[in-house]
């Protein structure tokens, strides 16, 4: 029984090593490393621990021994195991690491001063409010045709009308690409719709998990839509100072409205 009950435990505690990951993602050395987990108390605090104490109570060893025998376990675990099942988060981490730090962020070679711009004709209460007159769009109507559509604020409510070309001199663009293994570019641009010169490009990207971490999300709710963004964090020169908060996402309408603001009247 107790041999039975040992290999059990054993059988348990490896299982939970492997399966339970540290919550999130984690940075060492300066590298943030892409991981996805269950819940952190059954990572591999608890693993570690419940499989020391089976080798005490239930293999009959003492401690010094269990405690030798188990660093043993835990690096041919880490040298094996997990350097199999985790190989490409490293290549996958390095490279995003490398690509957010070259070219993430915002780059902005100018400003200019507008009424409104083309984009898409959506919430325009809220660009209104921030002193913009329009927002245009091209879209297709219901009959497939393509139409230039404009939207204003009239009396305090949106109204859309359908225009023969676009009246505004700068766009905004959305530019995404797949540039590795697991890896997508992002890119918002501005641009001179005369020129082609752009004003500034916001970029991102976005990791998928690893190989063996979706394979588990594949059987978690929404584990499909799993994924880490990098290169979109709010930059010091947006927000409230030194103390905004650096973890939330900068949303494009912030990088629009870095790049083109509303003309004074």
């Known amino acids: 029984m107790k041999g039975l009950a040992w290999h059990w435990l054993a059988l348990w505690a490896l299982t939970m090593a492997v399966i339970c990951q540290p919550l999130g993602d984690f940075a060492l050395f300066g590298v943030r490393y892409y991981r996805f987990g269950f819940v952190e108390v059954c990572g591999r605090g608890v693993a570690a621990i419940a499989l020391l104490f089976?080798?005490?109570?239930?293999?009959?060893?003492?401690?010094?021994?269990?405690?030798?025998?188990?660093?043993?376990?835990?690096?041919?675990?880490?040298?094996?195991?997990?350097?199999?099942?985790?190989?490409?988060?490293?290549?996958?981490?390095?490279?995003?690491?490398?690509?957010?730090?070259?070219?993430?962020?915002?780059?902005?070679?100018?400003?200019?001063?507008?009424?409104?711009?083309?984009?898409?004709?959506?919430?325009?209460?809220?660009?209104?409010?921030?002193?913009?007159?329009?927002?245009e769009e091209i879209r297709r109507d219901s009959a497939g045709n393509r139409i230039v559509r404009r939207a204003r604020m009239v009396d305090g409510e949106p109204v859309f009308s359908v225009i023969a070309v676009p009246s505004s001199l700068y766009e905004v663009q959305l530019v995404w690409e797949v540039v590795g293994y697991r890896v997508e570019r992002r890119e918002v641009q501005v641009r001179n719709r005369e020129t082609a010169a752009i004003l500034g490009r916001y970029v991102?990207?976005?990791?998928?998990?690893?190989?063996?971490?979706?394979?588990?999300?594949?059987?978690?709710?929404?584990?499909?839509?799993?994924?880490?963004?990098?290169?979109n964090e709010v930059p010091s020169e947006v927000g409230d100072g030194a103390d905004h908060d650096r973890t939330r996402v900068l949303g494009t309408g912030e990088f629009i409205r870095l790049v083109l603001k509303p003309r004074r009247h």
């Open 54 to 135: 089976g080798m005490v109570r239930y293999a009959g060893l003492t401690w010094p021994v269990a405690v030798n025998r188990f660093a043993r376990l835990v690096a041919l675990v880490l040298l094996t195991w997990e350097g199999a099942l985790n190989a490409d988060i490293a290549y996958l981490s390095a490279r995003a690491h490398r690509l957010c730090s070259e070219e993430g962020g915002i780059h902005i070679a100018g400003t200019a001063e507008v009424e409104g711009f083309l984009w898409m004709a959506a919430g325009i209460e809220e660009w209104a409010a921030a002193g913009y007159s329009y927002l």
């Open 204 to 231: 991102a990207f976005e990791m998928r998990p690893g190989w063996f971490d979706e394979l588990i999300l594949r059987f978690l709710p929404h584990g499909h839509a799993a994924y880490w963004t990098c290169g």
